[in-house]
């Protein structure tokens, strides 16, 4: 099975929301297997979580193989098949930092690990907001932290911000990890994402 695997869905945006113009947006879900299981990061925005069933099949998997379920955080494109996973693989531990405000989850701290990732705090895009680093792999699964749309490093946009200053510090201080590789929730992996956070934060 490979290392980190990304689950691709289809976002449709209508217009104003991100612009005078619909927008198409991935979104991406993980699985990451390990020694004993397999762990999922976010669940995507479908609820009947069809991708995830795919995909989980694509890497010779089930859902009795998932071992944990982590979020990255609750808004909803990030939790939306969490119903789905929760009924499909029940015996799996569900896990968020508590100031998501998800029901009947485990709650995260900083530096915790799950599986192979340790979860590394990364505030500001909601106020739980947590990123998962994979030091086998040297991957930092970045959630909504970053994003890669349109082959460009960018910011979280900020109408969907909970606190944009707290999560521009957030960006400094996620250089303390520069060449770990960036994957994240919405758009492709980057050749040089931390030449481009430099340049993005004008340092």
Do not use: K
Request: hydrophobic share 45%; no cysteine.
């Amino acid at each position: 099975m490979t290392a980190i695997h990304a689950v691709i869905m289809d976002l449709l945006l209508p217009s104003g929301v991100l612009g005078p113009e619909p927008m198409s947006l991935d979104v991406r879900a993980f699985l990451v297997p390990h020694a004993t299981g397999v762990v999922l990061v976010d669940t995507g925005i479908d609820a009947a979580g069809v991708a995830l069933d795919d995909a989980l099949r694509a890497i010779d998997a089930d859902w009795s193989d998932v071992s944990d379920v982590a979020i990255t955080h609750a808004h909803p494109d990030h939790v939306g098949a969490l119903d789905h996973v929760r009924s499909a693989a029940s015996h799996a531990t569900v896990r968020a930092h508590p100031a998501e405000g998800l029901a009947g989850v485990i709650p995260l701290t900083d530096q915790q690990t799950v599986g192979p990732l340790r979860v590394v705090a990364t505030p500001g895009h909601t106020f739980g907001h947590v990123s998962y680093l994979h030091e086998e792999e040297n991957a930092l699964l970045v959630g909504d932290a970053l994003a890669g749309v349109g082959g460009r490093l960018g910011r979280s946009p900020r109408p969907f911000t909970t606190h944009p200053e707290r999560a521009e510090q957030t960006l400094h201080e996620l250089r303390r990890l520069r060449g770990s590789r960036l994957l994240f929730a919405h758009g492709p992996e980057l050749s040089d994402p931390w030449a481009e956070l430099d340049a993005l934060l004008g340092t």
